[in-house]
Nanobody
């Protein structure tokens, strides 16, 4: 079954950096848009960043200039580089990918969410 799995979450001090990964597995022909979201305790899940298949990126105002989203299409993997981390960045980070699955010509699209990875920013 096709799915995405996040990794890279950890405890880090304020001002530190982390890189999250989101890897797709299964019979994945292509990934269209890939996005990162986060959810802090007691808050709703919020959008963080998106990268298109062509590499166009967009960011939430709260992370622009500190976070960088990227992807490796050959590996069906996306990344979120997080710099200058603040305690307010503490959350579970989720990857969402628009997968094109199957083998041509039997292709279909599905939106896949990962299980999340915990990022804690604290001294």
């Amino acid at each position: 079954q096709e799915r995405v799995v996040e990794s890279g979450g950890a405890l880090v001090q304020p001002g530190g950096s982390l890189r999250l990964s989101c890897a797709a597995s299964g019979v994945v022909f292509r990934i269209n848009d890939m996005s990162w979201y986060r959810q802090a305790p007691g808050n709703q899940r919020e959008w963080v960043a998106t990268i298109t298949m062509e590499g166009k990126t967009t960011y939430a105002a709260s992370v622009k200039g500190r976070f960088t989203i990227s992807r490796d299409n050959a590996k069906n993997t996306g990344y979120l580089q997080m710099n200058s981390l603040e305690p307010e960045d503490t959350a579970v980070y989720y990857c969402n990918a628009d997968l094109v699955v199957g083998v041509p010509p039997w292709l279909s699209e599905q939106s896949s969410w990962g299980q999340g990875t915990q990022v804690t920013v604290s001294s």
